[in-house]
Every structure is written in structure tokens, then in C-alpha cells.
């Protein structure tokens, strides 16, 4: 499309209002769709038309929602209503906190804070066309099946647009007409500011009516028009969290529409959410059940899902994530990950390395080729390339007062039901055998056993658990009764290998 005819533009977004009807201590634009607050949204769309000022009209809950406007546009300008009269009252507020005589030329647009399905183009091609038609005033239209409830564009024989006029006011045959009003209007400033004070508020509600223009530029005889939308539902707004939740649902719509016309298989398309800041390569392959949140990337040949939650993470090429949950979290590519693994923030797997099935990491960088392929808690760590840790090893990072971290050096080879007390380190090369707690550094080649010696209690059953099934079985198989002798046996050499390694 094409783009405005100038930069003296200004886009004014109203966001004073309370949004009562979402029944929430959150104000109405800053609650989230698509990984954005609707207004943030918004304030994307309007940055795409490259206005030369930005101007939000603030009211309720004011420092919150003017700071984070605020983080989103630097040097947007901001202007409080104290006491929310009406559209109109709220635009005279903006043109005045521009205070410049710059701001009485150009284009002025004013968009609202809860239409999260705007988009740049479509207020590009709006601008545009009200400035080479030198209107007045034009408005965001659009044509609808059932315009019950909507304020219908009402034209001449000429196409001019006559008046807007609201449901309850309108003829039997002007609510035949399926041109509605989206609220989104385009004004050149000079007729805007000279219009501002001729509003009244002598209406049902009390309040300043923007739409009221429409009649003010008609009686000076200027033109006003409507610029069709061939797309209305990015006008729509949300006023409760059941219509949140229904523009939500059409963004990921189209959100995966397009990732999928963009090279990226999604198997289930109504169960698969993607936000609207995520990246996806061609030929990534999304599984039924997976979130895709935040800022995450996905690159080429990676397999996610199902039942997959990625948010703010970093997916290599070829990768490959199985009903597990990340949140800033590094996985290179050729990595596996899962069934229920839980990738807490600071956790990087290395390229061809393994987070297995129940293995929850925090803060901790895997090497190339590591495994941690079961049933283990790996916080506060680092393992080298190619070490594989045994199935239920805990590294102890917390002694009650502080997080200290674990070292596994390259190439080791620890045992099943280990646990390492931070701060140790195991040397390059380095085994530990099973069940051993390790509290002391292993040197790089040695093998740390810890424990004593088993000692079998023969006759145990019998005497202890005596008609039991237990017991039974036991004498079935020749065990002896009470006061049998007690063995003892001595750890068997590092040649038999007592690691008890696990590995897959």
C-alpha cells in the first residue's frame, strides 16, 4: 500500500478510559493478547505510518498506563483527561498538550487503545487517501453483515458522506444501511482545531462527541468522506474479556495463518498459540498442544510439540522439544529435550546434547554432546562436553543462605542417585560411582566413591515380617530363621565398575 502523503502527521490514541466492564484492577489497554497489551499493539500500527507525533490521552490509573506507553514510545507525548467527557473533550486535550502552532497543520488521526488487530497498512492507505481527496474529515468505515449496534455511515448520491448516525437515532431505512462507523478518524488539523470548540454536550450522556465534526464540516460546506476497510475486524475493540478473549483468538488466527504461508508446519492450527513477537524459520514443524510466547525463536529443521510451552527461548536448527516447559532458555541445535522436562531461566543445553524425561535445570550450561537424561534437578551448574550424568542426581546448590555452583568437568561419567553438595568440581575424565555424595572436588581421572560397605542381614524376613507373604517367599526360597549370620562385603575394584551409570 501505499504510504502518507506527508510527514506532518499526527496520530492521537485515546486510552483514558476505565474499561469497567473487564471488571479488573488492570487497566482495559494493558491487558494482554498475542504477547502485547492491546495498546501496545496500537502503538506498533501507528509507529508503522512514521507520524511525526504521538500523542496518548491518559486518565484512569494514569502513571501506569503512562509509563508503559511511555517504555513502548520514548518520546510519545503524553496528555491527561482528568474527567473522561467524551471523545471530543479528549482529542481537544491532545491538540492542547501539543501547544505548537505545527500542530494546527497536516493530518491528524485519532485511533483508540483497545483495537489490537490495527495494522500500520491499513492507517497508511487511510492517511493517504484523506490527504489526496483534501477532505476535512474521513472515516474508518467498514461494511458488515449484521451492523445491529454500530453508528451507520450515512452518504449522498455523491458518495459524500451526510452524517453518522447512531442506532438508537436512526431511521427504519438508515439501519438497513451496513456501512458502519469504527470510531477511527482522519481530520486536516486547521478544520480540527477550529471544530474542537463548537462541540457541545447537549446529549443524553453529557459528553463531547468527536463525531459531531461530521455535522460542523458539513455546515461550512467542507468535504467529508469514508475510506472503506475491506478488513473491519481490525477496528473492533474489546470492552469485557469474553470479546478479549474472541480478538485473541482471531490474532493467533492469523498469526499462525501466516507463519504457516511462511514455510512453518503447524499440525493443529486450534490448538497451537503463537505470540505475535516470535520468530519461526522455514520448515520448523509445530506438534498439537504447543505455546509459543514471548520473544522465542525457533530455527530451521526444529521439531516442538506437543504439549510444548516456549516462552522467551532459543531453539537451534534441528532441535528437537517434547512436552516440555522452557522460559529463557538456550537449546542449540541437534539438542534433545524431554518428555516433562522443565527449562528454568539461565539454563543452555549445548548442540547434540540431552535434557531428558523429568529433569528440571536452572541456570546451568550443558556442553556439546552432555546428557542429563533422567529424573535429575541440575541447578546452578556447568557440565562439559560429552559428561554424561547419571538418572537421580541432585546438585545440591543451596546450603540454606546462598547458590553455589557445581562444575562437571569434560567427558565424566557420573553414577545413578548422586548427589553433588556445591561448591565442588569433577575433573575432566572424572567418575563418581552410585549413590555417592559428593562434598569434596573429584581430580580430573579419579573415581569418588562414598559409603561404607553392604551388610546383609540374612534371616531378616523370616525373623522380622514373620507369616507374612514376605516371609513366605522367602522361606520358599531356603532363607534361614532367626539369628542367621550377618555378611559383610567389601566394595568391589574399580575394574568391575561400580559406577552405576545410567545412560540413553
Known amino acids: 500500500?501505499?504510504?502518507?502523503?506527508?510527514?506532518?502527521?499526527?496520530?492521537?490514541?485515546?486510552?483514558?478510559?476505565?474499561?469497567?466492564?473487564?471488571?479488573?484492577?488492570?487497566?482495559?489497554v494493558l491487558h494482554p493478547l498475542g504477547g502485547r497489551s492491546m495498546i501496545g499493539h496500537v502503538l506498533l500500527a501507528v509507529q508503522a505510518v512514521e507520524p511525526r507525533r504521538i500523542v496518548a490521552v491518559i486518565g484512569h490509573q494514569r502513571d501506569q498506563v503512562g509509563a508503559h506507553i511511555r517504555a513502548l514510545v520514548p518520546d510519545v507525548v503524553l496528555a491527561v483527561q482528568e474527567d473522561q467527557q467524551g471523545t471530543g473533550d479528549a482529542v481537544r486535550v491532545a491538540m492542547e498538550a501539543l501547544a505548537d502552532e505545527a500542530a494546527e497543520s497536516g493530518t491528524v488521526i485519532v485511533a483508540y487503545g483497545d483495537t489490537p488487530l490495527l495494522e500500520g497498512d491499513s492507517l497508511r492507505a487511510f492517511a493517504a487517501e484523506h490527504e489526496a481527496a483534501q477532505r476535512a474529515v474521513s472515516i474508518l468505515s467498514g461494511v458488515v453483515s449484521e451492523p445491529y449496534g454500530y453508528g451507520r455511515v450515512v452518504r449522498d448520491a455523491d458518495g459524500d458522506v451526510v452524517a453518522i448516525v447512531e442506532e438508537k437515532d436512526a431511521s427504519r431505512d438508515e439501519r438497513e444501511i451496513r456501512e458502519i462507523n469504527s470510531g477511527i478518524l482522519a481530520f486536516d488539523a486547521a478544520f480540527l482545531v477550529e471544530a474542537l470548540p463548537k462541540l457541545g454536550n447537549d446529549n443524553s450522556k453529557g459528553e463531547y462527541y468527536l463525531t459531531d465534526t461530521v455535522r460542523i464540516a458539513r455546515d461550512a460546506g467542507?468535504?467529508?468522506?469514508?475510506?472503506?476497510?475491506?478488513?473491519?475486524?481490525?477496528?473492533?475493540?474489546?470492552?469485557?474479556?469474553?470479546?478479549?478473549?474472541?480478538?485473541?483468538?482471531?490474532?493467533n488466527r492469523r498469526i499462525v495463518t501466516r507463519w504457516m504461508r511462511d514455510g512453518v508446519t503447524v499440525m493443529d492450527p486450534a490448538t497451537t498459540?503463537?505470540?505475535?513477537?516470535?520468530?519461526?524459520?522455514?520448515?520448523?514443524?509445530?506438534?498439537?498442544?504447543?505455546?509459543?510466547?514471548?520473544?522465542?525463536?525457533?530455527?530451521?529443521?526444529?521439531?516442538?510439540?506437543?504439549?510444548?510451552?516456549?516462552?522467551?527461548?532459543?531453539?537451534?536448527?534441528?532441535a528437537r522439544i517434547v512436552r516440555a516447559h522452557g522460559e529463557l532458555a538456550v537449546v542449540r541445535g541437534g539438542a534433545t529435550v524431554g518428555p516433562f522436562s522443565y527449562l528454568r531461566p539461565g539454563t543452555v543445553l549445548g548442540r547434540d546434547g540431552k535434557i531428558g524425561a523429568f529433569v528440571e535445570t536452572k541456570n546451568a550450561?550443558?556442553?556439546?554432546?552432555?546428557?542429563?537424561?533422567?529424573?535429575?534437578?541440575?541447578g546452578d551448574a556447568e557440565i562439559g562436553e560429552g559428561s554424561n550424568i547419571g538418572a537421580g542426581t541432585v546438585f545440591a546448590n543451596y546450603d540454606g543462605v546462598a547458590k553455589h555452583r557445581t562444575v562437571v568437568g569434560r567427558h565424566a561419567r557420573t553414577g545413578s542417585n548422586n548427589t553433588f553438595v556445591a561448591p565442588v568440581e569433577i575433573g575432566d575424565g572424572a567418575a563418581t560411582a552410585g549413590g555417592t555424595v559428593v562434598r569434596r572436588d573429584v581430580p580430573p581421572g579419579a573415581l569418588a566413591v562414598s559409603?561404607?560397605?553392604?551388610?546383609?542381614?540374612?534371616?531378616?524376613?523370616?525373623?522380622?515380617?514373620?507369616?507374612t507373604a514376605q516371609a513366605r517367599a522367602a522361606e520358599a526360597a531356603g532363607a534361614g530363621p532367626a539369628g542367621a549370620r550377618e555378611a559383610s562385603h567389601d566394595e568391589p575394584d574399580v575394574g568391575s565398575d561400580p559406577s552405576g551409570e545410567t545412560e540413553s
Not at 502523503?5 to 487497566?27: C, E, F, Y
Not at 468535504?223 to 474472541?246: H, K, P, S, W
Request: proline residues 4%; contains cysteine.
Open 1 to 28: 500500500m501505499s504510504r502518507a502523503a506527508t510527514n506532518n502527521l499526527t496520530v492521537i490514541v485515546l486510552a483514558a478510559g476505565g474499561g469497567t466492564r473487564m471488571r479488573s484492577k488492570t487497566m482495559k
Open 222 to 251: 467542507l468535504t467529508v468522506g469514508a475510506f472503506t476497510i475491506d478488513d473491519v475486524r481490525q477496528t473492533e475493540g474489546a470492552n469485557d474479556r469474553a470479546q478479549l478473549a474472541d480478538l485473541g483468538r482471531e490474532m
Open 273 to 318: 498459540w503463537i505470540d505475535a513477537d516470535v520468530v519461526l524459520a522455514e520448515d520448523v514443524t509445530i506438534l498439537p498442544g504447543t505455546q509459543l510466547l514471548g520473544t522465542t525463536v525457533v530455527l530451521e529443521d526444529a521439531v516442538i510439540g506437543p504439549d510444548t510451552t516456549l516462552k522467551d527461548c532459543e531453539i537451534g536448527a534441528g
Open 365 to 378: 550450561t550443558i556442553g556439546d554432546g552432555a546428557k542429563v537424561p533422567h529424573l535429575s534437578y541440575v
Open 451 to 467: 559409603g561404607g560397605p553392604q551388610r546383609n542381614h540374612e534371616g531378616w524376613a523370616v525373623t522380622k515380617r514373620p507369616g
